[in-house]
């Protein structure tokens, strides 16, 4: 698909909006080496989605350090992309006001976004499952590697990702919810929304009379709910969208 039309429409509706919001999923990361969950070649094509689950963290941990610290510390070394970068540009453009995001990675803040709102947490610390008390990853990570035990937090619990497991509430969700409900418009990046209640905030921009705009190789829930559906590359689609706004701009009086 050329998303050339698409990315004119895109760029139109974002330049008459008065307050926008991007929701970025897994699929905003993947041009920058880190796997989604869903996509084709998603983990899940590997991996049993129950490794993502409480039940599997409180059940077996080594197990679980296992899987995580290798998913996490390939995390470490991926760069922001040509769609991160991107969304950066539009927010200093005044174009986006806030990125929320599902994604544990810290690539939106390493892009210079400003104003990142994590639902699903950070993968950069951990958290200890007893006392609560937080701790860089990267420490976790030596302790881990060293030991080849479960890391341990100095009140004897065992450290978790400081992430959103499935069966885990969303964190930061009633702040993504004030953004939501004041946003005429909604840019989704990379997500099979399909994840809930994370999946619910572009929706509820949409029931309260905003733009949707969807930006995912696949088809997702809401495409026909969506003002424009761009099924391109993240990176190739947000540079024509920034390009087109540019060109908006500065072709007005
Ligand atoms: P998902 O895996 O369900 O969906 C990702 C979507 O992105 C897919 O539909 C896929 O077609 C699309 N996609 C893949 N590469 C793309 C590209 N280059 N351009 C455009 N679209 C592309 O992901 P989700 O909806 O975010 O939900 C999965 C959950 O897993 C989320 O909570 C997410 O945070 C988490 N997760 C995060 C990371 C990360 O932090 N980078 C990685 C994997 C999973």
Known sequence: ???GDEARRAAELLVNSSYSIAFTGAGVSTESGIPDFRGPNGLWRRFDPRMAGVEYFLG????????????FKSMLSAKPNAAHLALAELERMGLIKAVITQNVDGLHSAAGSARVIEVHGS???VR???CGARAP???????YEETGEPPRCSCGGI???DVVLFGEPVVRLGEALDEARRSDLALVVGSS???HPAAEIPLLVKEGGGSLLVINMEPTEY????DVVMNCPAGRALESVLRESRRIIDSRP
């Open 137 to 143: 990853f990267v420490d976790a990570l030596k302790s």
């Open 60 to 71: 077996d941990p080594r197990g679980f350090w296992a899987f995580y610290s290798a998913r």
């Open 123 to 125: 993968s950069k610390s």
């Open 193 to 195: 929304l399909t994840v």
């Open 223 to 226: 495409d026909d709910l969506a």
């Open 159 to 161: 450290y978790r990702p």
């Open 1 to 3: 698909m050329d998303c």
């Open 128 to 130: 200890c499952s007893r």
